[in-house]
């Protein structure tokens, strides 16, 4: 049963508010849903690239690893903890403790490979534990990489 005002229905008028009402709400949710994605997707892009950028002949190829990686990874370690610790703000909730989890297995693996680098025990190493190291050193750089995929 609907109420007129002279030819307005009153369920009309307030069924066309509350209409106009949900669509404000849903538009205004959708833009901050849009602005999060794209904060994301900007900082995992940046992510991505400083890493990439820092890791230049060691990864995603190890065409360039020097003789004294330790120096080469003492070098880039700040760099990347600052990328690391910038992105860490925009890795989603659920997945903070298993990005913490690989930002520490990337620099404990790094810290070996340092710590190893001039060791005699490295030196007598033979070819295929320096080729393990270096798939391991690229597994560990995917696993971090993998939380900076773009929605």
Same mark, same amino acid.
Not at 18 to 25: E, K, L
Not at 100 to 107: I, T
């Given at each position: ?34 602005? !999060?994605?794209?904060?994301? &997707?900007? *900082? =995992?892009?940046?992510?991505? /690239? #400083? ?11 190890? !065409?360039?690893?020097?003789? &004294?990686? *330790? =120096?080469?990874?003492?070098? /880039? #370690? ?19 403790? =298993? ?53």
């Amino acid at each position: 049963m609907s109420i007129e005002v002279g030819s307005f229905s009153l369920g009309l008028v307030a069924g066309g508010i509350v209409v106009g009402i949900a669509n404000h709400y849903l538009a205004k949710s959708r833009t901050e849903e849009d602005r !999060i994605i794209k904060g994301f &997707n900007d *900082a =995992a892009t940046k992510f991505r /690239s #400083s890493i990439i950028n820092e890791l230049i002949g060691l990864y995603p190829l190890p !065409i360039d690893w020097p003789q &004294n990686i *330790a =120096a080469r990874l003492k070098e /880039s #370690s700040p760099k990347i903890q600052v990328a690391v610790e910038e992105f860490r703000h925009f890795v989603p909730p659920n997945k903070a403790k =298993a990005f913490s989890m690989a930002w520490m297995q990337y620099f404990t693996s790094c810290k070996y490979l340092i710590s190893n680098n001039n060791s005699a025990r490295n030196i007598l190493r033979d070819v295929d534990n320096a080729k393990q190291s270096r798939q391991d050193f690229k597994r560990n750089v995917e696993v971090l990489l993998s939380f900076a995929q773009i929605i």
